[in-house]
């Protein structure tokens, strides 16, 4: 098994026809995702290497039964985009878009979970990749196998990292997630922190956070009552100083809230173990799982 | 981005906030001549991006013209916390007869706009919270809703302004809305709002936080500069497109990802180093990109060494170390560096660093392996 991404996936892609999001749906489609459609208004009819390309995306659904979109387009109509896949019956929406101003975010936020059908991942993350199954995003899919590490992160290359020293142990992946480093993520923590506890395939959780917000903190309330498999965790931005915004937009320690310290307390003093750095994380993997 | 008083002042006032009128300066003529059009007595005000400004002695009453040449001397080029005035706000002198705090704050936990009224205003809102908690009404705006009347109201009688002051502070509020939402700002806080003995309410501060990525829909807010904030590295990043970051160590520190990166800034602190700057080259990293990036780095003369930690999806390693030979051709750095190559295309990477023969060029496989050999470098 894994989550949210794998054999059943069918995937349309808005903004498949740009450069970016041609060559990302190309790498998804040739490491065997069910790639079934794109997105981009005026274009409908045409194809991207034999994908047929939509004006919409509900002539998408009506034609190809897309069940997940990949949204890749600009900033300025990502919100849009992620909007209309949702009104069109998408039931996950996966944005990798950097950029959408913060009070888009909060108006999609707030009309998906009020719509209730539609599960969003992202924006700013680099996607879903389940090993063997499925890769949906920029998650380089060479550098990991399929195991039973569960992993979920708020940041794209610092999760390569990690995973690729739980690879070098040994350890593949049921799924790896990228929640994205924006202020309103569209799933937290432990949206998918329950998804990987109700997951077979998975034996051990990784969660990778950083500095801003409190996600981390409620994660950790979340694990001590609900979850029964290992977590390892680790926070970046130890040495981040405050009132600077560290590269994602949503990596900011503001006042006396959002520093890396109270993360790691918050989660050590709920019994998560949390790596002091990557290297660290995949011993801690070790000594829990065994080699 | 973070706005000057003034800058947050005239923001409001399109919006329909009052605020007392005002003229910004960055000469002492100017001032001057900016306090005669508005009248005796002002306030000269240093505008800077940091708190006590009125205890160190940055804000100044004038009663007539050479008061305000004395003070607009004293206070243009003052150092407030580590911070140099390039300006100044001079604004008509207030009358005060109550302070109050109000503010609209992004609230991302809640995933709502937070909006705060107090009666207690002019003083540190963070000291008032925690100790007496009950003198804040709070409310959390539904985004798809918007801040409503009714909002404003219970506000209004929750936090227990003087009756007849009630009207006067619930339009406040409602313009100050309208600026939030239609300029996109992550906050904007009004401390102190005050009443006039003659109960007209005021907007006698700002501080109004932007939306970097909204930037794009405001281009007057996004021309905005505050010359005090922004050091040379930064502002020479910003023109590159580069993420850029000064910190305060003697460690020049590149990589790609912003979680990739901070967490190097703390391995790097772990193995006993100081970074002297956080800088993401972001994904795709391309030759010319690392080319500029290096520029920057070197730029800042406290370096002393320099990281690379590269962990290559998108990023090819070989683009990047392609980057870093056309940077030594260019610049010649005559600091140390220590390259970590990991990902795509590591081993082609490696090789061209090798090849190119570098002078005082370390490469290393491992991140901790390369921190340590970065901080062994600069000391």
Redesign the interface.
Known sequence: MSILVGEDTRLVVSGITGREGTFHAMNNKRYGTNVVAGVTPGKGGQDVEGVPVFNTFRDAVDETQANTAMIFVPPRFAADSILEAADAGIELVIAITEGIPAHDELRVYTQLKRDGRTRLIGPNCPGILSPGKANVGIIPAAFFKEGNVGVVSRSGTLTYQIGNELAQRGFGNSSIVGIGGDPVPGSSFIDVIELFEADPQTELIVMSGEIGGSAEEEAAEYIAANVSKPVVGYIAGVTAPPGKTMGHAGAIVSGSSGGAQAKIEALESRGVRVGRTPTQVAEIAVEVLGN | MDLLEYQGKQLFKRHGVPVSPGAPATTVDEAVAAADEIGYPVVVKAQVLIGGRGKAGGIKLAADRDEAKTHAEAILGMDIRGHTVHELWIEKASDIASEYYASFV?D??A???LVMLSTQGGVDI?EVAESDPDAIARVHV???LGFQDFHARELAFKAGVDADVVRGVTTLLSRLYDAY?AE?L?LAEVNPLIVTPDREVRALDAKVTL????L??HPDNGALRNPGAEDEQEQMAKERGL?Y?K?DGDIGIL?????????T???V??AGGR?AN?L?AG?GSKAEAITQAVEVILSDPKVKAVLFNI?????RCDEVAQGLITAFEQIKPTVPFVVRL???NDKEGRQLLADANLPNVHTES???GAARKVVELAA
């Open positions: 992004f991302r936990a995933k709502a706009t963070e539904d985004p798809l939402a996109e992550m939306d970097d990525n909204a794009f829909r993420t970051v910190l990589g790609n990802g912003a979680g990739l990166v901070m967490s800034l703390d391995v602190a772990q970074p956080f993401d994904g962990f290559g999806g998108i990023t990991d990902g795509t491992t991140m901790d």
